[in-house]
């Protein structure tokens, strides 16, 4: 089994539908760089920290995706309603929920910028299930991704639920991106290395 075919464990943070990059990732927090090491954190830091309480994107106790004073989240995978990612096309939205620690994302539907933004990038796998999941799973359940049988398996209640076949679409993220992927089969040269 390739790595890329490993179960995904870890606890779940639900949302409601239509989470937009503006959600995701308030303007205002783009101004810190992807390349420092230490600004980018910030990025994991402030992850749907623009997700108004108001609404019913927010779980049940407006449980923070990152809480106070940590720049990485307790929780993994995010299960959500229809339409996320929708908004502007910024890369910033994938790479903030990788930087927060979330391995992969499931809903029903996404808006497509953000899902080739996710896969392009290498940064987070973003499984579509078959119906829409975010009423059945409770933030903080322990979940488990079963790429092997196409399973979303919720530990803490021992339910399953089928998610739809990825195709490549893990290779891509397990490589690092769309550039390395075709770095690794070929498509394009491989990297020199940098002399002096």
Do not use: W
Request: proline share 7%.
């Amino acid at each position: 089994m390739t790595q890329a075919k490993k179960p995904i464990k870890g606890k779940a943070f639900v949302l409601g539908k239509n989470i937009d990059t503006d959600q995701i990732i308030p303007a205002a927090h783009l101004v810190y760089s992807l390349e420092d090491p230490e600004e980018r954190k910030f990025y994991g830091k402030y992850a749907l920290s623009g997700v108004p309480a108001a609404e019913s994107g927010l779980p049940k106790g407006n449980i923070p995706l990152t809480r106070e004073g940590m720049t990485e989240s307790e929780f993994a995978i995010i299960v959500a309603s229809d339409n996320f990612g929708c908004g502007s096309s910024r890369e910033h939205a994938p790479a903030a929920l990788e930087i927060a620690g979330i391995k992969a994302i499931i809903s029903p539907s996404y808006a497509r910028i953000f899902y080739r933004n996710s896969v392009d990038g290498g940064f987070l796998i973003p499984f579509e299930s078959v119906e829409d999941l975010s009423s059945r799973i409770n933030t903080g359940d322990e979940l488990e991704i079963d790429q092997e049988n196409h399973l979303l398996k919720n530990l803490s209640q021992n339910t399953e639920y089928p998610i739809k076949p990825l195709g490549s679409v893990a290779d891509i993220v397990h490589a690092g991106g769309i550039f390395e992927y075709a770095r690794q089969n070929g498509m394009v040269p491989k990297r020199k290395p940098v002399t002096e």
